[in-house]
């Protein structure tokens, strides 16, 4: 049976061509934190399009660039000082990343953040347009975009423009929170379909354009289930739909063994002798609950240890460093891993391990095979493809234990997962010793429960699902117009 992408590649009255756009686009071959740059890459395997976005570069004057990777054509462009303070740190990460991450203590709003933003969205608009044409898919990725399509449209684009959110969406009450949180969110109705990671993401959305409603006569919804519903405003409707993201399963089930193997891999396991290796990968964030997790490995320790204490691998890749409150966060987990180590160490044994190293996939992937437990417990989280990829590298015949937090999105798929509470610092010290000491049995059944649910529910069951709803919405608006 054919997939319902080859479903839309063969459609006659199509020339498909997909430009995806985001913030950043990986433009060369140095490995990229996050699950934005992975997921768009992946994509970019199957399908063949052009990603569009900044170029990582700051200059007085606009730079452009253009080439390939692989098989991934790209267009990208710098910004100012300007921009990339009050567009990337200011709005983008200063007032919608810690709301939607329910932390408004850490909003810091300005006029010019807005406004530097909206001029943004129009930048990257404009990029677009300059390559797209109305029969062409354009699928825009996360928070930094939300007024991209708006400016679109503004432009006279009628094409078929898609809209994913990587990261959670907050309740109504603290999206309301952000100082013209009614523009920002009104940009969202310019999108023919935005997917969202879990349906409780989709029920805040919702909640939030039902108060709305009450503020817009014109304004209509109408409910599709639990994972969809339409917004109708304006001349206009836009889908709103769950679509979880995921990873390349069986790539990684087929790269595990030999990333195993890799010499890197190899010395970290003859570090560590006997001792079984816990691993924390994720971007140095408040999000992240890091500064939880090491008091909860530290609790688990208790008050001695011996040879069969377990050594903590805890990768925190730096990001948005000219932020105040993560340098504060830097320094707070240099000082937490200090502490643990001086408390529990032995001339033998340093209980914590603390890099901020970048590492690429395989090298990863390796260090996933070696963890008997991976401890993901992110205070919120959109999805968490960390936890996803962990499943996948393990072992089938000796698989580690997943310890995941219930506030991250993965854990409605991971429910065989350890799940805990990270602000629970003994439940989580709990559940670490017992994914250490869960007998072989029990970690095979729930590794094969979870690994099933993954290989059916990947990478490209995500992007296709996407699409083929993207497709779909062009196709009506076609037949509507007959053009």
Same mark, same amino acid.
């Given at each position: 049976?054919?997939?319902?992408?080859?479903?839309?590649?063969?459609?006659?009255?199509?020339?498909?061509?997909?430009?995806?756009?985001?913030?950043?686009?990986?433009?060369?071959?140095?490995?990229?934190?996050?699950?934005?740059?992975?997921?768009?890459?992946?994509?970019?395997?199957?399908?063949?399009?052009?990603?569009?976005?900044?170029?990582?570069?700051?200059? =007085?004057?606009?730079? &452009?660039? #253009? %080439?390939?990777? *692989?098989? !991934?054509? @790209?267009?990208?462009?710098?910004?100012?000082?300007?921009?990339?303070?009050?567009?990337?740190?200011?709005?983008?990460?200063?007032?919608?990343?810690?709301?939607?991450?329910?932390?408004?203590?850490?909003?810091?709003?300005?006029?010019?953040?807005?406004?530097?933003?909206?001029?943004?969205?129009?930048?990257?608009?404009?990029?677009?347009?300059?390559?797209?044409?109305?029969?062409?898919?354009?699928?825009?990725?996360?928070?930094?975009?939300?007024?991209? =399509?708006?400016?679109? &449209?503004? #432009? %006279?684009?009628? *094409?078929? !423009?898609? @809209?994913?959110?990587?990261?959670?969406?907050?309740?109504?009450?603290?999206?309301?929170?952000?100082?013209?949180?009614?523009?920002?969110?009104?940009?969202?109705?310019?999108?023919?379909?935005?997917?969202?990671?879990?349906?409780?993401?989709?029920?805040?959305?919702?909640?939030?354009?039902?108060?709305?409603?009450?503020?817009?006569?014109?304004?209509?919804?109408?409910?599709?289930?639990?994972?969809?519903?339409?917004?109708?405003?304006?001349?206009?409707?836009?889908?709103?739909?769950?679509?979880?993201?995921?990873?390349?399963?069986?790539?990684?089930?087929?790269?595990?063994?030999?990333?195993?193997?890799?010499?890197?891999?190899?010395?970290?396991?003859?570090?560590?002798?006997?001792?079984?290796?816990?691993?924390?990968?994720?971007?140095?964030?408040?999000?992240?609950?890091?500064?939880?997790?090491?008091?909860?490995?530290?609790?688990?320790?208790?008050?001695?240890?011996?040879?069969?204490?377990?050594?903590?691998?805890?990768?925190?890749?730096?990001?948005?460093?000219?932020?105040?409150?993560?340098?504060?966060?830097?320094?707070?987990?240099?000082?937490?891993?200090?502490?643990?180590?001086?408390?529990?160490?032995?001339?033998?044994?340093?209980?914590?391990?603390?890099?901020?190293?970048?590492?690429?996939?395989?090298?990863?992937?390796?260090?996933?095979?070696?963890?008997?437990?991976?401890?993901?417990?992110?205070?919120?989280?959109?999805?968490?493809?960390?936890?996803?990829?962990?499943?996948?590298?393990?072992?089938?015949?000796?698989?580690?234990?997943?310890?995941?937090?219930?506030?991250?999105?993965?854990?409605?798929?991971?429910?065989?997962?350890?799940?805990?509470?990270?602000?629970?610092?003994?439940?989580?010290?709990?559940?670490?010793?017992?994914?250490?000491?869960?007998?072989?049995?029990?970690?095979?059944?729930?590794?094969?429960?979870?690994?099933?649910?993954?290989?059916?529910?990947?990478?490209?069951?995500?992007?296709?699902?996407?699409?083929?709803?993207?497709?779909?919405?062009?196709?009506?608006?076609?037949?509507?117009?007959?053009?």
């Amino acid at each position: 049976m054919e997939s319902q992408f080859e479903h839309i590649k063969r459609y006659p009255l199509l020339k498909m061509k997909l430009i995806i756009v985001s913030n950043r686009v990986c433009h060369d071959e140095s490995p990229q934190p996050g699950g934005l740059a992975t997921a768009v890459q992946d994509t970019f395997e199957t399908v063949q399009g052009t990603w569009i976005g900044w170029s990582g570069a700051i200059s =007085a004057d606009c730079q &452009r660039q #253009s %080439g390939a990777v *692989g098989n !991934i054509d @790209y267009s990208v462009f710098s910004l100012t000082e300007q921009e990339y303070s009050d567009y990337y740190l200011g709005f983008s990460n200063s007032v919608i990343w810690p709301v939607c991450h329910s932390r408004p203590d850490y909003l810091d709003f300005s006029e010019e953040y807005f406004a530097v933003y909206r001029q943004v969205n129009r930048r990257f608009a404009d990029e677009v347009l300059a390559c797209a044409a109305d029969d062409d898919f354009v699928w825009v990725h996360d928070y930094h975009l939300l007024l991209t =399509a708006q400016a679109m &449209r503004d #432009s %006279g684009f009628s *094409g078929a !423009i898609g @809209y994913f959110h990587h990261i959670p969406i907050a309740p109504p009450d603290l999206l309301r929170a952000i100082p013209r949180h009614a523009e920002l969110f009104a940009g969202l109705l310019d999108y023919d379909i935005v997917g969202l990671q879990t349906r409780n993401d989709l029920k805040n959305l919702l909640d939030y354009f039902q108060a709305a409603r009450s503020r817009q006569a014109e304004m209509q919804i109408t409910l599709a289930g639990d994972d969809c519903f339409h917004v109708h405003w304006r001349g206009r409707s836009s889908q709103f739909g769950v679509y979880p993201i995921s990873i390349d399963t069986q790539r990684i089930e087929d790269d595990a063994p030999a990333a195993f193997a890799q010499s890197s891999v190899q010395e970290l396991r003859q570090s560590l002798g006997a001792r079984a290796l816990v691993l924390g990968v994720d971007r140095l964030d408040y999000s992240k609950g890091l500064e939880h997790k090491l008091r909860a490995f530290d609790a688990y320790l208790g008050a001695s240890v011996d040879a069969a204490s377990p050594v903590l691998l805890q990768m925190a890749s730096r990001s948005r460093s000219e932020l105040a409150s993560y340098q504060q966060l830097c320094t707070a987990l240099e000082a937490r891993t200090s502490q643990i180590n001086g408390r529990h160490g032995t001339p033998s044994y340093t209980p914590v391990r603390y890099v901020n190293t970048v590492c690429d996939q395989g090298l990863l992937t390796g260090f996933y095979r070696l963890a008997r437990v991976a401890l993901v417990t992110p205070m919120r989280d959109g999805m968490n493809l960390v936890a996803k990829e962990y499943v996948a590298a393990q072992d089938p015949d000796d698989p580690g234990v997943l310890v995941l937090s219930e506030f991250a999105g993965a854990a409605q798929e991971l429910g065989e997962a350890l799940l805990v509470n990270p602000f629970d610092i003994r439940g989580v010290a709990q559940a670490l010793e017992r994914a250490l000491q869960m007998p072989l049995l029990e970690r095979v059944q729930r590794h094969r429960a979870m690994l099933k649910r993954l290989r059916s529910h990947d990478i490209q069951w995500w992007h296709q699902r996407f699409l083929f709803d993207l497709f779909a919405c062009h196709r009506q608006a076609f037949e509507r117009t007959g053009s």
